[in-house]
């Protein structure tokens, strides 16, 4: 669906909108063909309370890690590498900084507690805090930022290596999709994974 409005960047090609309609669509779309979204659906109603108490274990803190690659094309060398360098962590340092984000009160603070662990930037722990707070947080990577900026609700590529401030100006945007539509941030990211391949 095409419609007129410029880019944010000052641009006057066409965008793809992002309308209430639109996202229902691909959101279908994603229940239909997503291999992972029953279990998705499922870690959002069970994960945050685990999260918040420190009451999961070893598995359910590598979920978020192992979720963010499996789902992305990469070689499986290089997201076996991933997934490894998580591994790394103690299992009470996992315990610790997952706990911490959830308890944070600024994005900042949990970003912090994230990023603290071996193997996890900004990326990675948006993942935590999409299954550490579904209904604020989505996670970042370069296909969902494209999906954004096709739509016209985002501008500039893509960072290779995202920043705090790189990830608040992206769930920005979200949210104004989600305000502007009336639907939620993990509905509007499951329309933007969707969009990314039309």
Do not use: C
Not at 102 to 130: E, I, M, N
């Amino acid at each position: 669906m095409t419609g007129s409005r410029g880019r944010p960047d000052g641009g006057n090609e066409p965008t793809t909108d992002l309308t209430r309609d639109r996202i229902d669509e691909l959101v279908a779309e994603y229940e239909e063909r997503e291999p992972f979204d029953l279990v998705e659906r499922e870690h959002v109603e069970t994960v945050p309370g685990a999260f918040e108490s420190g009451d999961f274990g070893r598995r359910d803190a590598e979920w978020p890690v192992q979720w963010y690659y499996r789902r992305r094309s990469l070689p499986d060398a290089d997201r076996r590498a991933a997934e490894e360098r998580f591994l790394d962590n103690r299992y009470e340092a996992m315990v610790d900084a997952i706990r911490g984000a959830a308890a944070a009160d600024s994005l900042d603070g949990k970003l912090d507690s994230l990023t603290a662990l071996h193997g996890v930037g900004v990326p990675v722990a948006s993942a935590f805090l999409a299954f550490t707070h579904p209904d604020a947080y989505v996670a970042v990577g370069k296909r969902e930022w494209n999906a954004l900026r096709a739509a016209g609700e985002l501008d500039g590529a893509p960072p290779d290596s995202p920043t705090a401030g790189d990830y608040e100006r992206y769930l920005d945007a979200v949210r104004r999709v989600a305000d502007r539509t009336d639907r939620d941030v993990w509905t509007v990211y499951r329309a933007l994974w969707r969009l990314a391949d039309d």
